[in-house]
C-alpha cells in the first residue's frame, strides 16, 4: 500500500494536478472567472450551486493538468507544480483580457 501511494505521489500528473488545483483555489477568489459552470449549468440544469461548485473544482484542474502534463511535459516536482500554476494563470488571464476587450468594444 506504502508502494502505490509513493507512486501516485511521485507520478508527474498527480504533481501537475495538485499544482492546477492550487490555482483553482486562488482563481475561487475572482468574479471574472466562471471555470466550467455555465457550461455545467447547461449539462446539468437544475442542480445546486454546490454541485456545479463540487464538478467545478475537480474538472478544472484535471483539463489544466492534461494540457500542461502534454504541452510543457514536466520532468520533476518543481516543473510539474510550475506547470500546473502556469495553466490556470494564463487561462485566466487569456480570459479576462478577452472580456476586458467584449466590453470596451460594445
Not at 23 to 31: E, I, K, P
Not at 80 to 94: P, R, Y
Amino acid at each position: 500500500m506504502l508502494d502505490f501511494l509513493t507512486n501516485v505521489v511521485s507520478n508527474h500528473f498527480v504533481q501537475t494536478w495538485l499544482g492546477s488545483i492550487c490555482v483553482h483555489l486562488l482563481s475561487l477568489y475572482s468574479d471574472d472567472f466562471k471555470g466550467t459552470k455555465p457550461f455545467l449549468q447547461k449539462m446539468f440544469p437544475d442542480k445546486s450551486s454546490t454541485f456545479y461548485f463540487r464538478v467545478d473544482f475537480f474538472i478544472l484542474p484535471l483539463i489544466g493538468s492534461f494540457l500542461a502534463y502534454i504541452v510543457l511535459d514536466p520532468i520533476s516536482l518543481k516543473t510539474c507544480v510550475f506547470a500546473g500554476l502556469s495553466w490556470s494563470g494564463t487561462i485566466m488571464a487569456l480570459l479576462k483580457k478577452e472580456k476586458k476587450n467584449n466590453s470596451l468594444k460594445g
